[in-house]
């Protein structure tokens, strides 16, 4: 369980986050969802250990968070690149966490099989295809055993064909991973069991999918017609609370 106490940081004024406080319980998959500048890769930021909050705390089970326990994947998967193979990329995290040599090996290749990129080991990074620099920046989070794993807009960059691929990983991720995520695209709402919205540096809103639709109909529209569109059900464009009335009869 990871919580998140009174947090505050802006990195200037008007640009950051305000008192937030929410709590992220184990196998959850949470979406956080806001305008451009909301600070939702702040909140990743801070979650990750990349930031230190300004005033309030973050606790991984009581404690401040240790090195590993949080794992993230950026939007920019280049940004996260650092050696000239797969195989030192997937280790060198492992080398900083003090990784006893003999298990870095097995840890590598496990997580590099997960993903299906064992034969990429000895190609540098920057030949591969978005969608494989992806997995890559994927597989070098997933060596280091994290309990959380932070995806920040990690499809945003993607074709369709390859954010499919992603999506395919995802649900199996989904099911070993307490995960948070950030996105724009409306079919990753669905992979979410909670909703947090952002909006003026605070979280206004924290609950499940149907609630998110009720309380913000014109943010929702778009993922009630994906919805539609997933469990097959007829696509038509009525009033909003028609087609959440269809959707969820029992709201």
Known sequence: ?????????????????????FTVYEQDCLVLLGANGSGKSTVLSL?????????GK???????????????????????????????EVIFGLENLQVPREEMTARAYQALDEVGMRWAIERHPMT?????????????????????????EVTAMLDSHA??????????????????MTTHIVEEYLFANRVCYLQNHRIVFDGDLPAFAA???TYAMPFIIEFQRTCHLPICIQTYEECVKQIWPSL
Do not use: W
Not at 131 to 150: F, S, T, W, Y
């Open 215 to 217: 309380h913000y109909p």
């Open 128 to 152: 591969l295809s978005g969608g494989e620099k992806q997995r890559v920046a994927l597989v070098a989070v997933l060596a280091m055993r994290p309990k959380i794993l932070l995806l920040d």
């Open 58 to 88: 973050i606790l991984y089970e009581g404690n401040p968070v240790k090195p590993g326990e949080i794992g993230i994947v950026f939007q920019h998967p280049d940004d996260q690149f650092i050696t000239t193979s797969v195989m030192d």
């Open 163 to 180: 954010r499919s691929d992603f999506y395919t990983l995802l649900k199996t991720l989904k099911k070993r991973y307490t995960i948070v």
């Open 47 to 55: 979650l990750a250990g990349l930031l230190t909050p300004q005033s």
């Open 1 to 21: 369980m990871l919580t998140v106490e009174n947090t505050t940081y802006y990195h200037t004024p008007g640009h950051g986050i305000e008192n937030l406080c």
